[in-house]
């Protein structure tokens, strides 16, 4: 099978599931485990934290072009390969398996459709 | 030498860590062994770890991040971990590459996440295990002396290196919630060394510091039993300000003797097992280097040949605690916070303005944020219309723990909700319960009047600071024009919060306690006003140690007034511990003495 790597870029915060936030979203959660799930299938993830590797978005050409122009709002930004393929929102693992190139999963454990996830840009 | 008592007992460790109850004498205790090691000829090193720290007053020297020698001693250096100090420059270390490539709004979303309660935890602790490990400024010492923070901090900051330790190794993908720690994990070798040091008898002393109280006294057997656990045995007990009436006919001064030896012969038997030591009751602050060397002394005190005690102009315009139960009273809903550092009888205020309100047949919920409180302990008995809570941070993480997993379980698959629980594992977690339970109880104040002890200053200020990044997040969440109430600005509402400064009419209290002033000034919340708490200046004492202290206080007490504070309440010195509900109300309506004989005591022209 030929996978794509991904790459992403959160917003600054403070772990990768959001539970140091004055409220806990369920969805970072989500989003971190299908990661995982991603990464069981072969597939090459990254995840930089704007909070805890600035570096990383200096580095990267399009994440530094996406924060210039439209700042903190165009985080996370996912790259598969070389390609940005979603910007601001947090997608599904269906979503991500198709710009991976893995089948997704028969487990059915995950939602369908799209789930855009208001981000959660907060620490203690 | 004056610490020829401490000497003798112990052979002088690498570290000397000095811990107790707030107000025991830590400061001076670790300053006094600390100097005593350098005269001797040793290289030492004095750590605060405090963040409302006075070592600076003690020492008479400014102390800075780096150790910084101390005026005349050749042989001494003072270090101040500020842990804010060091939040900065983590801060700086994260942002500084990358401040002028990036655009200033995504520098400035790193910034907020980075100005957390758990940064400047964190920071502190990097600090205080790059000493412990060995690094090159400790290398540079024969002796680190740790003026440790009062002890519910102390108890966390000890804990930490074993906390971490096992946290990191338990944290199989790769630590997603060590947050602002997540640099530090190359450093899990310096972690090690630290708890190793801490367990070695032969590199780590622990000295606990406590009075002849039972309140000191089972905080102390409290921490024995807490750092034994952690392996740190090699464990000396220094019983400060033991008092010897001199004054036979003083019943005050007789009372206050029985006490501590009522106390002492009362000690937890672990703590009673332990080697131990006694320092007497000094008649003068400790502060300057000449009275730190006399810190150890076992002389008797003769007595002043003229002591002046109270004239009266100190004793104008001071309040008793009633005027203040009476404004709350009238308005039947509201918040009463006592701040003040550790040990200045927080609780014991709070209980007794929450039992006096209670007395008066309104309904009112009097709560904890201290670590080690002891407040079930103080009001054992059943007050009608008064509810006792505390904030246990255990507990209050336990709790919201479940909340949050029991919520997620419907919407997450079980890879999902181990991440999750794995992250709520995390350190950060207790301070955002504890934060939570927090803003329950300071929003039950609209319904009701609510009584708070808060923790010692440097935990208080954490909660504030939490309350505010809280407070921003808040107003973004829901744009301009909110009515939203937060927290903060409830506490900034001085028709609904009445924030009473706690102190001691004595040199570091006050001085801490203007410290307290600035910080919430700074948080745009502006006291009440001050108690001045066990004044022996309030009292008619006779015994000649008594009146020098009483003395020491007056110069403190018109400070307060003039500087300070606009409505001053003072606490005379009570001869019994305040516990049962008759005791606490007397502090709030005082019918025994309260104006200072004139008989024995005036001097002035």
Redesign the interface.
Known sequence: MNTKNITVYDPAMCCSTGVCGPEVDPDLARFSADLEWLAAQGVAVRRFNLAQEPGAFVGDADAQAALEHRGASALPLIKADDVVVSSGVYPSRVQLATWAGVASAASGCCADEAAPVAKQPRCC | MSTDTLLRLTQPTPFLFFTGKGGVGKTSAASATALGLARAGKRVLIVSTDPASNLDAVLATELLATPTPITGEPNLFGLNIDPEAAARAYRER??G??RD???A??VA??E???S???TVEVAAFDEFTGLMSGDATAREFDHIVFDTAPTGHTLRLLQLPAAWTSFLETNE?GA?????L??LKNSQERYARSLAALSDASETTLVLVTRAERSALSEAERTRVELEKLGVTNQFLLINGVFHASDRDDALALRLEALGQAALAAMPRGLAALPSFEVPLKPHNLVGLDALASFFDQAPFHGLSEPRVASADVLENVAPLSSLVDEVAAAGHGLVMFMGKGGVGKTTMAAAVAVELASRGLPVHLTTTDPAAHLEGTLAEEVPHLRVSRIDPLAETEAYRER?LA??RA???????A??EE??R?P??E??AV??AFSRAVFSSKREIVVMDTAPTGHTLLLLD?AG??HR??LRQAGAGSRLGTPLMRLQDAAETRVVIVTLAETTPVQEAAHLQEDLRRAAIEPYGWVINRSLAATGTTDPLLRARAAAELPEIRAVKAKHAERVFLVPWSADEPTGVAALRSLVQPDHPHVPQESSCSNTP
């Not at chain 2, 997603?176 to 602002?180: E, I, T, V």
């Open positions: 994260v942002i590459p990358v490539v990036l655009p709004s995504a979303s790193i907020e996440q980075l957390g309660a758990c993908r997603s919630c060590l947050g602002p997540s640099g949050i919520r997620s919407t997450l698959d079980d890879d999902a909700l991440l999750l992250d709520l995390s950060c977690t301070e955002v934060f939570h939490a990044s809280y997040e808040t």
